[in-house]
């Protein structure tokens, strides 16, 4: 075998692995989606309750003064009946006076508190419901990535054996061109010349279309053990059985 045909080789089960490889990589990427969405659900929880936690507090604080309030103005009531002067009555009567506005607007803050609090109950349970759904879904993606796995694994061991049986007559250098061309386009590491004009000698790399000078394609087709890539893609080249074909046919 030349050093092309043993890539070519490698190349077939290369991309079948990676083929096989995806279908769980998909599964994971779907499962890593779920759970970022349930973490982003989760603080978007957790700073909901802290805000309802506040709410209530100040609530509860404003309820404490309002409760004060009331005490001073009631203890003034009494003071009131049994004031002696004038001025001491028109004193007292101003001083409760002034404490049933405070009360008034103790009253109407804690009011709308307890509104905000509420809003914020409605919109944590809104949030656990998403939560909720996203965790059904979460655990669906789980099972289906367990069952993926489990489906390829015996495929992806016996693939991967092949591909490192491949891989161990291919020259370290070569080998690390092959991977880096693989990865780089999904295991597509491997580019056909293609011709253009055979008069002309105009051919390209039928991959990314980069034409190529006459004397690398000739030295391609000359001997299967060259190994060249394409100066654009950085792919492998090869000739095909059917270029090389009609090549000789010429
Ligand atoms: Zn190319």
Redesign the pocket.
Known sequence: MTAIEDLLALHMVDKQTRGIRSRVENAQLYLDAQERQLAELDAERSDLEHRSKLAQATVANLETEAGSVDERTNKLREELKNSSTTKQYNAILEEINNLKESKGQLDDRALSELEAAEGLTAKIAGVEERIAERTKVRDAARIELDERTAEVADQLSVLEAERALKASVVSEETLAIFDQAADDFDGDSM?PLEEIDRRRLEY???????SLPFNLVNTIMADGNVVE???????I?YATEELRGALVKK
């Open positions: 580019a390209a790399c039928s991959c990314c279309n980069f890539v394409c100066q654009e893609c950085l792919r080249l």
